[in-house]
């Protein structure tokens, strides 16, 4: 008998709203995720912490760990301490550092996990993978999706703009990275999820297509919505293609090559997918994306995040290396150091008339 549907990996529960958070307690005892109210709650020492007191009397069999980094060695020692608490589920109270330490202490003591995001700086909100600093750097570490996900628009709209920000430029990144897929299907034979690609390509689009503003929420819920969907995306296909291409290796090579001077990583994708779509030959894309992170106040040319151009040009040029085996445009073009160079001053060039016009 032929298999007619399938299973998808998703969250029981997704709560986009403002004042969300004052349902917390309730959503998770309605969806039996913690009847008894034992709950083991990591949060930062920021936003998490600043919403301890607004939420410790309507979770009185909380336990709180307070976090300070977002390393493996620091998710390891929080794990390690949850263990023994006999708790129902783990909550991740943060931004991306948190939940996704978070997600990998409730995997490594096989526990469902919450997040409750209070930023929207990038995807791993709800995706099925922890980044975490470690001594070489930076890893992805697989794990499973959130059981729940919350977002209040009244926390977001408090965070600093520059979060919400960066997580349009990493939705929009989707829409360069799906075309890295597709390539690599033409040029190597790679498999493509067609549902994973459609939703990618739908959350990208929703986002670059909308007309609001990052205090607007109209704007905030697509926004949320669509790094949802491309945390369920990188679910359905089993890894990160339908959300990482050339614009996330340009970033992981910023993230190497300079650690202590890297910007948020929503601001790198989102400058690296308009470089790769003018490098693919589409400079109405490109040209559009340009456009859009830069009414939403995102980077388009390297020297607004820090960087000058031979550093950027060193940064293309290392970036396949970050990612072995993964092909995008960067891998395909095969292009030299003078090769980017040029291809860079073409794309600074049509940024000023985009900007200009």
């Known amino acids: 008998m032929p298999v007619l549907t399938r299973l998808i990996p998703s969250p029981v529960s997704v709560d986009i709203n403002a004042g969300a958070l004052d349902d917390l307690a309730g959503l998770l005892a309605d969806q039996r995720i913690s009847a008894s109210g034992k709950l083991a709650v990591a949060i930062s020492g920021g936003s998490g912490a600043a919403l301890r007191d607004r939420l410790a009397p309507v979770l009185p069999g909380a336990d709180w760990f307070e976090l300070t980094d977002g390393t493996i060695d620091g998710a390891i020692q929080l794990a390690d301490a949850m263990k023994s608490g006999h708790y129902d589920a783990v909550v991740g109270l943060g931004g991306g550092k948190i939940i996704d330490a978070a ?15 209070t930023n929207l700086s990038h995807d791993g909100i709800c995706s099925p993978v922890s980044i975490l600093d470690n001594d070489a750097g930076r890893g992805s570490y697989g794990v499973p999706t959130p059981i729940a996900l919350v977002i209040d628009l009244d926390v977001i709209r408090d965070a600093p703009v520059r979060f919400v920000r960066s997580g349009v430029g990493d939705a929009v990144s989707n829409i360069s990275a799906i ?22 390509r739908t959350a990208g689009e929703s986002v670059l297509r909308h007309p609001g503003g990052c205090g607007d929420d109209d704007f905030l819920t697509v926004l949320s919505e669509g790094l949802v969907l491309s945390g369920i995306a990188m679910s359905i296909a089993g890894h990160t293609r339908p959300s990482s291409g050339a614009c996330h290796e340009i970033s992981h090579a910023f993230d190497l090559l300079y650690p202590k001077r890297s910007a948020l990583h929503g601001e790198q994708v989102g400058l690296g997918a308009a470089f790769a779509m003018h490098l693919r030959g589409a400079p109405e894309e490109s040209a559009l994306m340009v456009d859009v992170l830069r009414r939403h106040g995102l980077p388009v040319l390297p020297n607004e995040i820090g960087f000058s151009e031979d550093e950027f040009v060193k940064a293309v040029e290392y970036a396949p290396q970050t990612r072995p085996g993964r092909y995008t445009i960067l891998e395909h073009l095969d292009l030299s150091s003078d090769a980017i160079r040029d291809a860079y001053a073409d794309y600074a060039k049509a940024v000023s008339q985009t900007i200009g016009g």
Do not use: F, Q
């Open 103 to 117: 997600k990998y202490a409730a995997a490594r003591i096989g526990l469902p996990m919450v997040a409750v995001a």
């Open 179 to 200: 075309a890295d897929w597709e390539l690599s299907h033409r040029e190597t034979g790679e498999p493509i999820d067609g549902l994973a690609a459609a939703m990618a």
